[in-house]
């Protein structure tokens, strides 16, 4: 059974940056595509990036675009997500996810199959 990881939250000041990466293991992962999503506290869970497994095309929501970057290593079975200049309002667990197929909307948690447990980002100075 194939389980998602992700590593790399912690505590950061604004305008910090961190990298967090989420790693599938326990059997052969070939996912149409990865997504990352995150819940702040009191907050419905939000998609942040999606990008495909094989291939080029990436997504962002806008609150996010031009300051995180997500990125995969297949031979590593593990996605990333790059955070630059962090926000206070960027704080909230994130959650990696696998996409068996296209899909219609990145935005869909019904559309993934595999979730991680989550990992705690805290942005404050």
């Known amino acids: 059974q194939v389980q998602l990881v992700e590593s790399g939250g912690g505590l950061v000041l604004p305008g910090d940056s961190l990298r967090l990466s989420c790693a599938a293991s326990?059997?052969?992962?070939?996912?149409?595509?990865m997504g990352w999503f995150r819940q702040a506290l009191g907050k419905e869970r939000e998609v942040v990036a999606g990008?495909?497994?094989?291939?080029?095309?990436?997504y962002y929501a806008t609150s996010v675009k031009g300051r995180f970057i997500i990125s995969r290593d297949p031979a590593k079975n593990t996605v990333y997500l790059q955070m630059n200049s962090l926000r206070p309002d960027d704080t909230a667990v994130y959650y990696c996810?696998?996409?068996?197929?296209?899909?219609?909307?990145?935005?869909?948690?019904?559309?993934?199959?595999?979730w991680g447990q989550g990992t705690q980002v805290t942005v404050s100075s």
């Open positions: 326990g059997g052969t992962f070939t996912p149409w595509g």
């Open positions: 996810a696998s996409r068996p197929a296209v899909g219609t909307r990145w935005r869909r948690e019904n559309e993934y199959d595999r």
């Open positions: 990008i495909r497994w094989i291939g080029t095309d990436t």
